[in-house]
């Protein structure tokens, strides 16, 4: 068998092959379908301190190649999650990445310490699509639906050097566990905020969360999403992800976690090819369940067939064409 082996910081996966955030709501969901065991790792929904409702309906909307989604982080909070979802999960036999979301660095601090004492937690994503609320929009306490995305523009924390920083190192500080940073492609230049999301600890950047996108009914001259705006995942966005995983990789030491578009092993390939050392599927599982899984079969096909002993060998080889096109 081929060695799909891989580490972030200090954990090791038997695979790279991980369930994005969001996809697969907290992985209990999918315990029954999936055999969550043959994945590298599943990553939760993103979870913040207090339960939130989300976003008003419709959240989700179709596009020629992609989705737009609007959920506004509906969950269940981290103290629910630890204790009614986290147990069910230990003995999926795969590392649980736990996804989180604050406003501050303290709040975000105290939500890392309470995941570095929970059992069967493997590792922590800081989702940093979060609003900057320096740049005064804040998440607002309630758990009532919200509709932040109306603004015309939101400053996320993934937008400004900084503020990543500030976010990371405050998790750091809180824990021991692996970090993975996952950035917002919404910027004019990602280096910047991947290095200081290295620079403050992190043990991987994820790239990277959702493009803001929208899309209108000129029938109704509305929006099709309840929140006006939303972000757009799935095949549209793969090109764009594969330029910003290998525009970025060659500039850190840390590994880097590539996704968007990815459906298929080949998709994945693009990925690892770019400098990625781990990918995760995300839209992919709305039509089938089992994308992740399949992708990890067809990366061993794939090494069988070009006779690789370690996926890894191909980390970063990307080439410019041979020049046979048209
Ligand atoms: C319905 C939906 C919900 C999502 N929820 C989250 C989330 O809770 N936290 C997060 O970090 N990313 C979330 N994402 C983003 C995905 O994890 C992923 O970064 C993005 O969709 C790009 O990958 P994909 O094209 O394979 O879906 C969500 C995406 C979708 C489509």
Redesign the pocket.
């Known amino acids: 068998m081929p060695d799909l082996s891989v580490t972030i910081g200090s954990l090791i996966l038997k695979n790279p092959v991980l369930a994005?955030?969001?996809?697969i709501g907290y992985g209990v969901e999918f315990a029954e379908a999936v055999t969550l065991c043959e994945l590298g790792g599943l990553?939760t929904?993103?979870l913040t301190q207090r339960p939130r409702e989300g976003n008003l309906p419709p959240?989700?909307a179709e596009t020629p190649s992609?989705?737009l989604?609007a959920?506004g982080?509906q969950?269940i909070g981290l103290e629910a999650f630890l204790s009614e979802k986290l147990p069910a999960l230990r003995d999926v036999g795969t590392p649980i990445i736990v996804?989180l979301?604050a406003e501050s660095p303290e709040e975000l601090a105290d939500m890392v310490g309470a995941v570095d004492h929970a059992e069967g937690a493997a590792a922590i994503?800081l989702?940093l699509?979060c609003p900057n609320i320096k740049h005064g929009s804040g998440l607002g306490a309630s758990p009532e639906p919200r509709t932040e995305n109306r603004s015309r523009f939101v400053s996320l924390v993934a937008h400004e050097p900084q503020a990543v920083e500030r976010m990371v190192a405050a998790s750091r500080r809180a824990t021991r566990k692996p970090l993975i940073a996952?950035l917002s492609p919404d910027v004019t230049d990602l280096i910047p905020v991947a290095q200081a999301a290295e620079r403050a600890g992190a043990d991987a950047v994820?790239l990277?969360?959702?493009y803001v996108g929208m899309s209108l009914d000129p029938e109704t001259r509305r929006s099709r999403l309840g929140a006006m705006t939303g972000?757009l995942?799935?095949?549209a966005?793969?090109p764009l992800?594969v330029y910003r995983v290998w525009y970025t990789a060659q500039t850190l030491r840390v590994p880097v976690i590539g996704?968007?578009?990815?459906l298929r092993a080949e998709d994945a390939l693009e990925f690892l090819l770019a400098g990625a050392s781990v990918v995760?599927?995300?839209?992919?599982h709305?039509a089938d369940p089992r994308a992740a899984v399949k992708v990890v079969r067809g990366l061993e096909r794939y090494c069988a067939r070009h006779q690789l002993n370690a996926l890894r060998e191909l980390r970063g080889q990307a080439q410019p064409s041979a020049g046979h096109g048209p």
């Open positions: 994005a955030a969001g996809t990553i929904k993103t959240r989700l992609g989705m989604n959920v982080l969950n996804s979301l994503e989702n699509s996952k994820a990277s969360n959702t972000g995942s799935g095949p966005i793969r992800a996704l968007g578009g990815i995760a599927v995300g839209t992919a709305f």
